[in-house]
């Protein structure tokens, strides 16, 4: 199993910015998916997760501007970013919590980091 992000990129201070994740492989089964995200010289931060059940969570300095959702037909989690700020430039990275398919357990899976930059 794979996660690959897209989406990252350049935007404005006050703009908006599409990020999404998607599963490759067999998946048996998804427990969350979520997204975290890391600048240099930090750690890794949470920023938002969803449930299988649809449950959502997010980071304080997220609340009220981003949005995650899924498509569990195309084994995607989506994250939409608005009102962009300078402080959530960083490196966005997905990650989920699944079976793989064969498998009796779940495990975590990351993505490989996308670029996001909050810039006039």
């Known amino acids: 199993v794979q996660l690959q992000a897209s989406g990252g990129g350049l935007v404005q201070p006050g703009g908006s910015l599409n990020l999404s994740c998607a599963a490759s492989?067999?998946?048996?089964?998804?427990?969350?998916m979520g997204w975290y995200r890391q600048t240099p010289g930090k750690q890794r931060e949470f920023v938002t997760s969803?449930?299988?059940?649809?449950?959502?969570r997010y980071a304080d300095s997220v609340k009220g501007r981003f949005t995650i959702s899924k498509d569990n037909d195309k084994k995607t989690v989506y994250l939409q970013m608005s009102n962009l700020k300078a402080e959530d430039a960083a490196v966005y990275f997905c990650?989920?919590?699944?079976?793989?398919?064969?498998?009796?357990?779940?495990?975590?899976?990351w993505g490989q980091g996308t670029q996001v930059t909050v810039s006039s």
């Open positions: 990650n989920a919590h699944l079976r793989p398919l064969g498998e009796l357990g779940f495990r975590v899976f």
């Open positions: 969803i449930k299988s059940t649809g449950y959502t």
């Open positions: 492989g067999s998946v048996f089964s998804f427990d969350f």
